[in-house]
């Protein structure tokens, strides 16, 4: 609303028989007596005429939202949707990965709209792609003391409680693979609220120089790292996608050169991709380049050069790799495969190996809901799904069983042929698998040893299944593939 103008305030309306026009600066309506049939007193009434003709457009940076047309410059450079200056980590698309365009079809008809013959055959791909994998991963189900007296407040609702035992078995992992240490970095990806970072942070107690890291792309209610305050651990949050992350320019990493462990719960789709490739390849590649420069240059570009070889001598009573690596280790809760992206997938290579490609994956991604949507329908007709989102948008949920949306039918005709409410379930984990196994080939060409594993009972969560990796010089059984 304008400084003044003849429309009723939000604090009242004028009294019967008086002028319509709010006075902003009295903070209340004029009083002057109208004449019959009219709104506005003589005074006012040629500024409301005047404030009737001003025209009201959407904002061009944000059409949630109105301006007036003659004061839209103006408004252009203090309204909040103004795209701010990019911080030095950011460079576009960096891992994006690279864009085929001739590979990705324009336009991919629905699972509903393919004939009997042509879903049979997209199964018939998946199994025999699938043969030799594993489908029954090794139970990881752990828990950690860090959390045993959050997990036992009879306050706990079961939300909490699900949540907190996932966080614990997470935690439990990243022990094992002896990466829960000092002198670190964490970097939370998907990081919302921020509450695994937390449970790391509690975990670690005094242990010195532990940094957090934590990213997200967008504004997030209720955060808990802003309330940790100890003098060892550093909590900074970064507002950016992860496909425009550089973790090799961020200070903090550039200069005091700490080993990255990356970490996620229930990482969605294409955002684990994302992460796998900034961490092992946009990060680790820029530290290799750097460490390949003359010994004479990079000592005296890299202060710190004395003290991580002191800390490598001090590795095995300090927890710390013997050998000094950009990335020592991967822990990563993943989630919501129906939302990953052919362009971004990591996994083109072994898909390609397998006689497959993007038309394939894009069913194989929209058939992976079938492992957790719930669908009460045997037909196949059923695989026709509508995804919309949830009603509620900022209840600021950590869940995602159905990734964030709700699946609903929409076909009217049934398809020839049917599958049972089992059968679907087991074709919806086979498509996971095998773009899990992409994930895992890719790790494995980057010189990791990569591991999938169930970390939490499917009643807890649907999305059970946790993926680990650690640099081949520090491998141990526990996390071969």
């Known amino acids: 609303m304008a400084a003044s103008g003849p429309m009723p305030h939000a604090t009242g309306f004028p009294a019967e028989g008086r002028c319509s026009y709010y006075v902003e600066k009295k903070k209340r309506f004029c009083r002057m007596v109208v004449a019959a049939g009219k709104r506005f007193c003589g005074e006012h009434a040629g500024a409301a005429e005047e404030e009737d003709t001003r025209k009201r457009i959407l904002c061009p940076l944000d059409p949630k939202h109105t301006v007036y047309e003659d004061q839209l410059a103006k408004h252009l450079k203090k309204c909040n949707s103004r795209e701010k200056p990019k911080p030095d980590f950011f460079i576009q698309d960096i891992n994006a990965g690279l864009k085929d365009e001739t590979e990705i079809p324009e336009q991919l008809v629905p699972i509903s709209s393919l004939s009997e013959e042509q879903l049979e055959n997209l199964i018939k791909k998946l199994r025999k792609a699938s043969e030799g994998l594993n489908s029954t991963l090794k139970d990881h189900i752990m828990s950690h003391p860090a959390l045993q007296d959050a997990l036992k407040d009879p306050k706990n609702g079961d939300s909490a409680t699900k949540h907190l035992k996932q966080q614990a078995s997470i935690l439990g992992n990243i022990e094992k693979l002896k990466l829960l240490g000092p002198r670190r970095c964490f970097v939370e990806f998907g990081a919302g609220k921020g509450k695994l970072s937390h449970w790391v942070d509690i975990a670690l107690r005094d242990a010195e120089k532990v940094h957090f890291i934590l990213v997200e792309k967008v504004s997030t209610r209720f955060k808990v790292d802003g309330k940790h305050r100890k003098k060892n651990s550093v909590f900074e949050r970064l507002q950016i996608d992860i496909q425009h992350l550089?973790?090799?320019?961020?200070?903090?990493?550039?200069?005091?050169?700490?080993?990255?462990?990356?970490?996620?719960?229930?990482?969605?789709?294409?955002?684990?991709?994302?992460a796998l490739r900034c961490l092992v390849e946009t990060y680790a590649a820029s530290c290799e380049e750097r460490n390949e420069e003359p010994l004479a240059?990079?000592?005296?570009?890299?202060?710190?050069?004395?003290?991580?070889?002191?800390?490598?001598?001090?590795?095995?009573?300090?927890?710390?790799?013997?050998k000094w690596t950009p990335v020592a280790g991967i822990v990563i809760a993943l989630c919501c495969h129906h939302r990953c992206d052919w362009r971004h997938y990591v996994g083109k290579e072994y898909f390609r190996a397998l006689g497959?490609?993007?038309?394939?994956?894009?069913?194989?991604?929209?058939?992976?809901?079938?492992?957790?949507?719930?669908?009460?329908?045997?037909?196949?007709e059923a695989s026709a799904v509508t995804v919309k989102r949830k009603d509620n948008q900022n209840d600021d949920r950590e869940e995602h069983d159905d990734g964030g949306y709700r699946i609903t039918d929409d076909s009217t005709n049934s398809l020839p042929g049917l599958l049972t409410v089992e059968e679907k379930k087991k074709i919806g984990h086979l498509c996971?698998?095998?773009?899990?196994?992409?994930?895992?080939?890719?790790l494995q060409q980057k010189g990791f040893s990569p591991a999938l594993q169930y970390y939490t009972d499917p009643l807890v969560s649907l999305e059970n299944v946790l993926l680990t990796a650690l640099p081949n010089h520090s491998s141990s059984p526990e996390t071969t593939a």
């Open 297 to 322: 240059k990079r000592i005296k570009n890299d202060k710190t050069e004395k003290e991580i070889n002191t800390l490598a001598k001090e590795g095995n009573e300090k927890n710390v790799p013997e």
């Open 246 to 274: 550089c973790l090799s320019r961020i200070p903090v990493l550039r200069e005091r050169k700490l080993p990255v462990v990356g970490i996620g719960k229930h990482l969605c789709g294409v955002a684990t991709d994302l």
């Open 356 to 380: 497959l490609g993007a038309v394939e994956f894009h069913y194989f991604q929209r058939m992976s809901s079938w492992a957790t949507c719930g669908m009460g329908k045997t037909s196949l």
């Open 432 to 442: 996971k698998l095998l773009i899990d196994q992409g994930r895992i080939q890719y």
